[in-house]
């Protein structure tokens, strides 16, 4: 059973960077042909895709966060990372690491999600 | 960006009713759309996907339907635990996967 568990600070301050870290267990980062995700969620809100990071480094990033995403996939560790700089209160939202899988029928699906980490951007 | 509007925002029902949800796309996606449940501090979970496959494990009371632009997922018999947030996501339009904005079901 794949599990995905978020780690990283809680509390940043506004213009700093926002970094997490995915652990995967269960499985290899580097198998399979999954695409590695971030999602995230405002405070009562829906979901937001921020990118994703294959095992080869490749990534895609939300182009509504512009350019100030980074993401990066270590298989020797099999974690995969975010940072996103010049973090506003707006950047305020629970993070999800999640698994990108294509299905045998060519479908796209999320299928496996961490828990989640609330990161809250204040001084 | 393909934008995806579900409707009702919200929506109250009891135990044992049939309940429907409905999704809309801004264009068509053939039956590149899949359907989460949330409940609340949880990460979503995988109900439908392709429209209308049924995730693995989950209860055949959860049913999925529509192509094109018009999509819905129903519930044939509410049952306690179903009480959560539903979110419906095109995976048409690589690579940005819209997700529609949820609907809250309550008791």
């Known amino acids: 059973q794949v599990q995905l568990q978020e780690s990283g600070p809680g509390l940043v301050k506004p213009s700093q960077t926002l970094s997490l870290t995915c652990s995967v267990s269960?499985?290899?980062?580097?198998?399979?042909?999954?695409?590695w995700s971030w999602i995230r969620q405002h405070p009562g809100k829906g979901l937001e895709w921020i990118g994703y990071v294959f095992h080869t480094g490749s990534t895609y990033h939300n182009p509504s966060l512009k350019s100030r995403v980074t993401m990066s996939v270590d298989t020797s560790k099999n974690q995969f990372s975010l940072n996103l700089t010049s973090v506003t209160a707006a950047d305020t939202a629970v993070y999800f690491c999640?698994?990108?899988?294509?299905?045998?029928?060519?479908?796209?699906?999320?299928?496996?999600w961490g828990q989640g980490t609330l990161v809250t951007v204040s001084s | 960006d393909i934008q995806m509007t579900q409707s009702p925002s919200s929506l109250s029902a009891s135990v044992g009713d049939r309940v429907t949800i409905t999704c809309r796309a801004s264009q068509s996606i053939s039956i590149y759309l899949n359907w989460y449940q949330q409940k609340p501090g949880k990460a979503p979970k995988l109900l439908i996907y392709g429209a209308s496959s049924l995730q693995s494990g989950v209860p055949s009371r959860f049913s999925g339907s529509g192509s094109g632009t018009d999509f819905t997922l129903t519930i044939s018999s509410l049952q306690p635990e179903d009480f959560a947030t539903y979110y419906c996501?095109?995976?048409?339009?690589?690579?940005?996967?819209?997700f529609g904005q949820g609907t809250r079901l309550e008791i």
């Open positions: 999640a698994r990108r899988t294509l299905t045998i029928s060519g479908v796209v699906i999320i299928d496996y």
């Open positions: 996501q095109q995976s048409f339009s690589t690579p940005l996967y819209t």
């Open positions: 269960g499985g290899s980062i580097s198998s399979g042909g999954h695409y």
